[in-house]
């Protein structure tokens, strides 16, 4: 079923992508919704703000004593029954998973979000409509590096009681499939997937909340959703309803009449997607891994997720982060991947030839960074006469290595880097942590430590045998052109 979503021309103006850059970002301006809480039932205005660097996504109860703040953390959550729920310091947050959503889908680092209530307005039940307004106000780029995990080993969940699998395996992108499955002849076994967080907007943030009839009935009966209607949730009916029942939800509804597709849907509601369903089960998968508390790389596979598996699944992660910090610089690789400069591209760009050229391909290449692989063999030349016996690569020639994909970055902006070499001028801060042997795989990474110069490449380095640090250096280099030698 196509997409039934429009936007605010306003909205339309200040459409985003999220940024694969490398900086973190905020918020351009303050924008303010509002709407009821789902489960409160209590009107509220939340305004979210722009934050400093590092500050991450923290909510606000404006309306207490002393205004307290409630980091967006794993370790915070106090309540998944009917949404995730955080709390610190006496102050508590209901319902926060689908603003989360939509701050991750649309590349926000910083955010501070005001509250004066104790429930994010459900508005229609998806993030569509915090998208829309954080595009209202635009997205701005800041000063500071955004650090984005990876993930080095597979990490695995499984609820017994629930049926719930949850596992992370390593992958260069932020990657989510989904999927769901209620024993239910109305939505059948559903899937639903993510392969870049840049899909996220259209293709995720819209899809709304969903529930069966009969937890509706139960919900109701309980008073546990005092703010909840048919225009922000999509109700299953998944059993035979009488007139009579449909005319009590009329009334609780307030609602001249309610109706029951032949497909199952309370209300004659139309599906934004025929896999909503599962699309906002990923959408909720996408929020409470927010609360992680940092950017990853992984592909999330779930099974019939829930919100209290979300966050058992984010405790897991945020643990092996703790544990595994050292990794966050390491690129992944996975050399099924083509490469953006094999090694004939490489000699074109490079003066450098045997023995000396000593980088094979280029796997990852922006304007501040550039991610290179040198594969170790024992038929290096250097292996004949350094350490007989017991081979082991020269330090001085990781350096080289590292020094010709520096090379790369520094001449990337050059339209025409065939006339021009580059030059060392200092090397620094250099440091040999592990031997680097005949079978090892070279993952050499250089970042601009400032924007180029008068053809002065300032560089930090770093060379990696899998997710061990071999290698770190600062390099200084120089762009020269032939002709002006």
């Known amino acids: 079923m196509n997409d039934i979503i429009t936007i605010s021309e306003q909205a339309k103006a200040h459409t985003l992508q999220p940024a694969n850059n490398q900086n973190q970002q905020t918020l351009k301006g303050s924008v303010t919704l509002q709407g009821v809480g789902l489960h409160t039932g209590k009107q509220v205005t939340m305004t979210m703000k722009p934050a400093n660097p590092g500050f991450g996504i923290r909510f606000q109860r404006v309306d207490l004593p002393d205004q307290p703040i409630v980091k967006a953390d794993c370790d915070y959550v106090v309540d998944t029954s009917r949404g995730t729920t955080i709390e610190y310091n006496g102050a508590r947050v209901n319902t926060v998973e689908h603003t989360l959503s939509a701050l991750v889908g649309l590349g926000v680092d910083n955010a501070l979000i005001e509250l004066d209530g104790p429930e994010v307005p459900i508005l229609d039940g998806s993030a569509r409509e915090f998208m829309e307004a954080i595009e209202s106000v635009g997205i701005e780029e800041q000063e500071a590096k955004r650090i984005v995990y990876s993930i080095d080993s597979n990490i695995h969940y499984y609820d017994p009681v629930k ?35 840049s899909e996220f907007r259209d293709e995720i943030g819209p899809c709304r909340t969903f529930c069966f009839l009969h937890e509706l009935e139960y919900l109701l009966d309980n008073n546990l959703i005092k703010g909840g209607d048919v225009s922000n949730a999509i ?186 070499d580059t030059y060392f001028l200092k090397i620094d801060k250099v440091r040999f942590k592990q031997v680097v042997r005949p079978g090892d795989t070279l993952i050499l990474k250089l970042d601009l430590l400032s924007p180029i110069r008068r053809g002065i490449c300032e560089m930090r380095a770093a060379a990696y045998v899998g997710n061990k640090l071999a290698t770190e250096a600062e390099l200084v280099a120089q762009i020269i052109r032939k002709d002006k030698k």
């Open 235 to 420: 109700v299953v009916v998944d059993k035979v309803v009488s007139a009579e029942e449909l005319e009590r939800l009329a009334k609780v509804f307030n609602k001249q009449k309610i109706e029951v597709k032949q497909e199952g849907i309370l209300n004659n509601i139309q599906l934004r997607f025929t896999n909503e369903p599962a699309r906002h089960k990923l959408l909720d998968v996408v929020g409470d891994l927010a609360l992680v508390g940092h950017p990853i790389k992984a592909h999330i596979i779930a099974s019939r997720p829930g919100h209290a598996t979300n966050v058992e699944f984010a405790k897991k992660i945020k643990q092996y982060i703790k544990k595994n910090k050292h990794l966050s610089g390491v690129p992944h690789y996975d050399p099924n991947q083509p490469a953006i400069y094999d090694i004939s591209q490489i000699a074109k760009k490079l003066p450098h030839r045997y023995p000396f050229l000593l980088v094979d391909k280029i796997i990852e290449l922006s304007d501040n960074h550039v991610v290179g692989i040198k594969n170790v063999t024992f038929n290096e030349q250097f292996f004949q006469g350094h350490f007989p016996g017991n081979p082991v690569m020269p330090g001085v020639l990781q350096i080289e290595a590292l020094a010709q994909t520096g090379g790369i970055l520094a001449m990337n902006n050059i339209s025409d880097p065939e006339n021009y």
């Open 163 to 197: 049926n719930v699998d949850m596992l992370a395996i390593p992958s260069a992108e932020y990657m989510i499939t989904t999927m769901i499955d209620f024993n239910s002849p109305v939505l059948g076994t559903q899937h639903a997937s993510l392969k870049n967080i």
